[in-house]
């Protein structure tokens, strides 16, 4: 069982680590604060009798000592959004450690009696198939803000993100994404680093706080949305705002307008829970006297289903083309990141629900519209993800909320399941992809 006081003591100890001007956490991807945080829970994995270690790409891995066979790893992030919430990745990053006490103090002893106290290291503990040993695995620079981009960290393991791409995403201040690693990877030098043990993962959790006010239960999550994104640039003629007629416009944002109305009108016609959103929009010259002789707009469309996707995504090529040709500008679609939903492990969620139902825990099948780091280490071995109920407020702000009972009760089912996965056979990883 979950130990509350310290799962509580751990969340506080993150959230301290450095806050934005708003009061909430800050620790940027690739930031001083996001590799403090790493190593304040590479400290609490040792104490676990864990072996912690950074990869190339900065994710944190804490595997048992003196054990090279299969893993079930369990974990989240710790960067967060500017003035970010309590729990977003620090909740699931808590409870992955908690897990590997929880599986540790489980286990039954070869000799078949009880074990121990609740206090002995993980690694005094055998489980109860010694092929299989949890492990904690936290993502790196998993929020989207500083680089435009998200789930960096997992997204390079899964070899869906280059290097090459890395090195063309900037913040704010011009810093690549690239540039930010390697800091960041300097900030860890101390601690031990580890070529990605991808084929040795039997089994991924990942347990997040809910990112939309829902159901008064446990989310298990079946599909996760996949941002696919496009870009539009809108090119007409610039003039003075008093010399040229109405007739002679070529006014490249009111074609824009045309163009966000029409993203809106085709995601309504859409099937729930597809989504678009015109969240990004640029004009030039930008005076307040000049005709626009160019926008630019940053589209994203999410769904949970690849169809409707598609098709949303025909219909808003096809409204940037009509609103081009009707006011006479040039208007240019380019995808700028694909994807496609992705479906979790059916089995792992079924043993989610039946865990939650024999426990008397409220749960429900549910979906997210949000990426997470799980989705991508699906591709490598079966994966669960739980949402855990957002109590008050809302989430990715300083006053995001959860319920220490709903956080007890994900982490006894997340451990009720991989429990039964200690002596599942491995599942094989077909390929690994690399940079």
């Known amino acids: 069982m979950a130990d509350a006081e310290r799962i509580a003591g751990r969340l506080e100890e993150?959230?301290?680590?450095a806050h934005g001007p708003g009061g909430g956490a800050d620790r940027p991807a690739y930031s001083e604060a996001e590799a403090q945080a790493m190593r304040r829970v590479a400290g609490w994995a040792t104490e676990l009798g864990l072996r912690p270690a950074i990869d190339r790409h900065g994710n944190l891995w804490a595997l048992p000592e003196d054990h090279d066979g299969p893993i079930l790893t369990s974990g989240s992030h710790v960067d967060t959004v500017p003035d970010g919430g309590r729990y977003d990745g620090a909740l699931g990053t808590v409870l992955g450690l908690e897990l590997v006490a929880d599986l540790g103090r489980g286990a039954p002893e070869t000799g078949g009696g009880a074990v121990g106290t609740r206090d002995r290291a993980a690694h005094d503990v055998a489980p109860a198939d010694p092929g299989a040993r949890p492990a904690l695995l936290v993502c790196a620079a998993e929020e989207a803000p500083r680089f435009g981009a998200g789930t960096v960290g997992s997204?390079?393991?899964?070899?869906?993100?280059?290097?090459?791409?890395?090195?063309?995403?900037h913040d704010a201040e011009g810093v690549s994404a690239a540039h930010a690693r390697e800091r960041y990877l300097a900030a860890l030098s101390d601690v031990p680093r580890i070529e990605p043990p991808l084929q040795r993962i039997r089994a991924h959790a990942e347990v997040h706080v809910a990112l939309r006010a829902g159901p008064d239960a446990l989310g298990i999550v079946t599909r996760v949305a996949a941002p696919r994104r496009l870009e539009v640039v809108i090119d007409g003629r610039a003039g003075h705002a008093g010399e040229i007629g109405m007739d002679e416009r070529r006014d490249a944002l009111a074609a824009a307008?045309?163009?966000?109305?029409?993203?809106?009108?085709?995601?309504?016609?859409?099937?729930?829970?597809?989504?678009?959103?015109v969240g990004a929009l640029s004009i030039?010259?930008?005076a307040v006297s000049v005709v626009p002789g160019r926008a630019r707009l940053g589209i994203d469309m999410r769904a949970i289903e690849?169809?409707?996707?598609?098709?949303?995504?025909a219909r808003i090529r096809e409204a940037v083309a009509d609103a081009?040709?009707?006011?006479?500008?040039?208007?240019?679609?380019?995808?700028?990141?694909?994807?496609?939903?992705?479906?979790?492990?059916?089995d792992l969620a079924a043993r989610a629900l039946a865990a939650a139902a024999s426990r008397?825990?409220?749960?429900?099948?549910?979906w997210s519209g949000a990426g997470h780091d799980v989705q991508h280490l699906a591709a490598f071995a079966p994966a669960l993800l739980v949402f855990v109920p957002?109590?008050?407020?809302?989430?990715?702000?300083?006053?995001?909320?959860?319920?220490?009972?709903?956080?007890?009760?994900?982490?006894?089912?997340?451990?009720?399941?991989?429990?039964?996965?200690?002596?599942?056979?491995?599942?094989?990883v077909e390929s690994i992809k690399s940079d």
């Open 14 to 17: 993150l959230w301290q680590i």
């Open 155 to 169: 997204r390079l393991l899964a070899g869906t993100l280059s290097e090459a791409a890395l090195a063309a995403l």
């Open 257 to 277: 307008a045309e163009v966000v109305l029409a993203v809106e009108a085709a995601a309504r016609a859409a099937p729930p829970p597809t989504v678009a959103t």
């Open 284 to 286: 030039s010259p930008g």
């Open 306 to 313: 690849s169809a409707p996707l598609d098709r949303l995504e």
């Open 324 to 346: 081009g040709a009707r006011r006479d500008v040039r208007a240019r679609t380019t995808l700028v990141r694909g994807g496609d939903p992705v479906a979790l492990d059916r």
């Open 360 to 366: 008397g825990v409220p749960a429900t099948e549910t």
């Open 390 to 428: 957002l109590r008050g407020g809302e989430s990715h702000t300083p006053q995001e909320g959860a319920a220490m009972a709903d956080v007890l009760a994900a982490a006894d089912i997340v451990a009720d399941v991989m429990r039964t996965r200690l002596d599942a056979a491995p599942s094989p």
